[in-house]
């Protein structure tokens, strides 16, 4: 069943590939870059060269984008980043779509590549342990790992990206932002006790970064979800998530097949809109939407 499943996914990705006109990735890699202003010129030059649009943070603990283009010229920059040997293996997650699905590019010098203010956690010497879609799909059809304890999911990301989508029975501190994690996690740190505890988020950095605190702090049996839903849904598809996955770009969220959903941000407030919600009065296009009218 497994294996028919796979076939259909990789069948189905290969169909979408081949209609879409864009390529969109998102990769990231922590690595000391401790040369981030003399580089960004050189970004934002190939970025403009090849009218790629989108986003790429250069911080001092490692690279992080979000890009869209035609595929030529996707395969183009990625062989150019490779060239630095510090990101020769960099990992690419991929979805595809008929426009780019960012309207500019931005290449920008941060502190952090997602803002936790931990300076004592560095992925770079030392990952936490991670595991592989396939397996963890596997954990929570069984219900327990491979050593027989219960699998819990917990959700690094923030309460709106939750609502438009998330694993069932996950854990959801309904934090309103990364850096208040590491304080929540630690407050509910005993209610783990005798379970494995799987971190995850859109892309892989929260996750990531929230395991090794995890870990730090003392919890024993605790993963980070490889790649994180993005990759989980290109692997295995929608098992055990329900709803779609926010994105920040101008699709606003993608289902399981990787295709961007009718869901979509308010112009006026930002507020994630359902289209359930997009059909009350209150929305109306770049003016108002259920969160923010009358306000």
């Known amino acids: 069943m497994h294996a028919n499943t796979a076939l259909q996914a990789e069948a189905h990705a290969a169909a979408t590939a081949a209609a ?14 401790d040369d981030t202003e003399a580089k960004r010129p050189e970004y934002q030059a190939i970025c403009q060269r090849l009218g ?10 490692g690279i992080n984008m979000f890009l869209s283009g ?10 150019w980043v490779r060239s630095d040997a510090r990101f020769a293996d960099l990992e690419v997650k991929e979805s595809y779509s008929n426009e780019q699905s960012h309207k500019r590019m931005l290449v920008k010098l941060k502190k952090e590549i997602i803002t936790m203010r931990m300076p004592l956690i560095k992925p770079e010497d030392g990952r936490a342990p991670f595991v592989e879609a396939a397996t963890l799909k596997r954990w929570l059809d069984n219900g327990v790992d491979d050593k ?3 699998v819990v999911m917990v959700d690094t990301r923030n309460d709106f990206e939750v609502d438009v989508g998330t694993f069932d029975n996950t854990v959801d501190y309904r934090i309103k932002k990364f850096t208040e994690f590491p304080e929540v996690i630690a407050a509910h740190k005993e209610d783990f006790t005798g379970k494995t505890v799987v971190t995850f988020c859109t ?3 929260r ?7 995890m870990q730090n702090i003392g919890y024993q049996d605790v993963y980070q979800l490889e790649g994180g839903i993005l990759k989980y849904f290109e ?3 929608g098992a055990h998530y329900t709803g779609d996955c926010f994105v920040f770009d101008y699709r606003t969220a993608l289902n399981p097949k990787l295709e961007p ?7 006026v407030c930002r507020a994630v809109v359902t289209p359930r919600q997009q059909l009350s009065p209150e929305y109306v296009f770049e003016k108002s939407c259920p969160h923010c009218y009358g306000k």
């Open 207 to 213: 996750c990531e970064k929230a395991a090794i605190h």
């Open 20 to 33: 879409a006109a864009h390529v969109n990735i998102a990769a990231y890699k922590f690595v000391t870059f």
């Open 235 to 237: 692997e295995v598809g």
């Open 203 to 205: 892309g892989g950095i």
């Open 148 to 150: 027989g304890q219960p």
């Open 261 to 267: 959903t009718e869901t979509t941000q308010c112009f």
């Open 70 to 79: 035609p595929r030529a010229h996707i395969d183009e920059f990625l062989a």
């Open 52 to 61: 790629l649009k989108g986003t790429i943070l250069l911080t001092p603990e």
